[in-house]
């Protein structure tokens, strides 16, 4: 079975922004498709960015366009999430998923295999 490590987040005030990283082991990293997704206290896991096994794909939910960057380094076994002009809305728990499928993007939960233990983001304004 796979592991995921998140780390990065941390406390922030609002317009700031931060780089979350996601360590993999014990998988081939580079045959699966990645997300980040976040949840907040009383609300549903939410997608927020996909990325394909070979970086070539990505894509994120409309509502954090413009704001937040997915990309990948196979040689490091590491997916990394940028945010920037962070809102106190963002405030929550930020995971990492891997699913096993190479061709494939997805900011639908059920889609991944396995799941990171998540690292948390808060925003004050």
């Known amino acids: 079975q796979g592991r995921l490590v998140e780390s990065g987040g941390g406390s922030v005030q609002a317009g700031g922004s931060l780089r979350l990283s996601c360590v993999a082991s014990?998988?081939?990293?580079?045959?699966?498709?990645m997300g980040w997704f976040r949840q907040a206290p009383g609300q549903k896991r939410e997608g927020l960015s996909t990325?394909?096994?070979?970086?070539?794909?990505?894509m994120h939910a409309r509502s954090v366009q413009g704001r937040f960057a997915i990309s990948r380094d196979n040689a490091e076994n590491t997916l990394y999430l940028e945010i920037n002009n962070l809102k106190p809305e963002d405030t929550a728990v930020y995971y990492c998923?891997?699913?096993?499928?190479?061709?494939?993007?997805?900011?639908?939960?059920?889609?991944?295999?396995?799941w990171g233990q998540g690292t948390q983001v808060t925003v004050s304004s």
């Open positions: 998923a891997a699913g096993a499928r190479r061709n494939h993007i997805s900011l639908w939960s059920p889609d991944y295999d396995f």
């Open positions: 014990g998988f081939t990293f580079s045959t699966y498709f």
């Open positions: 990325i394909s096994a070979n970086g070539g794909r990505t």
